[in-house]
């Protein structure tokens, strides 16, 4: 067995062997908290999770907040592309696309018990995942802002009721799953992301009128 001189080792570069055991602690890191809970979630349990020398984890991760907030970010991200890609591919009217793209959000969280788990249950046990979930609903706002520009034609301006619109609608949804994955909405999710599309179809309906009243 030899190495070379720009690090390769077995035909694997120095950086994609990294980028490998950062991609193993991440789902090790999931399959935790998506089972046991953040409080499960430790450096020699991920660890030894992930097939990983504790020394590495530190190359990748600062401490097991940069963990669970990169885990975080990485679902968001994931869900948010699908959700956005799904409504600027599914032909029709904006309802069409709206509810295409409340289903593939909803899916893309809920397919995985453990996502689901890590997107809006466990946030709440820790400051970081916590900022990193308000970050993740901002993003959420903004992609609503922006496609409900697109579906609606409304042209740069005041925003102040498609603002409001977005806030409302990240918040009521996200709160509403939390409530349906807890147990206190007791419908098969179907019915689940047929709701929050009846939400926010008629939120996006009432746009113009509110936009309006504030002019």
């Given at each position: ?17 990294k ?74 009217e ?105 939400y ?16």
């Open positions: 067995m030899t190495r070379t001189f720009n690090g390769t080792y077995r035909g694997t570069s120095t950086d994609e062997r980028e490998q055991r950062r991609r193993r602690l991440l789902d090790a890191a999931l399959e935790i908290v998506g089972t046991q809970g953040l409080v499960a979630l430790t450096v020699r349990g991920v660890c030894e999770q992930a097939r990983v020398g504790p020394r590495f984890f530190y190359e990748s991760f600062s401490d097991l907040d940069a963990l669970a907030a990169a885990l975080l970010e990485e679902v968001q991200t994931a869900a948010l592309d699908h959700a956005r890609t799904t409504m600027i591919e599914t032909p029709g904006p309802e069409d696309k709206i509810r295409a793209g409340v289903a593939a959000l909803i899916i893309a969280v809920t397919d995985d018990p453990r996502r689901a788990q890590i997107a809006f249950a466990q946030a709440y046990g820790s400051e970081a995942l916590m900022r990193m979930r308000f970050e993740g609903m901002r993003r959420v706002a903004e992609t609503i802002i922006e496609q409900t520009r697109v579906l609606l034609d409304i042209p740069e301006g005041d925003d102040i009721a498609l603002t409001a619109l977005a806030q409302f609608i990240t918040g009521g949804a996200a709160e509403l799953i939390l409530v349906w994955l807890d147990g206190g909405l007791k419908v098969e999710r179907p019915m689940l992301i047929e709701l929050v599309a009846d926010v179809v008629a939120m996006v309906d009432r746009l113009p009128g509110t936009a309006e009243k504030l002019r």
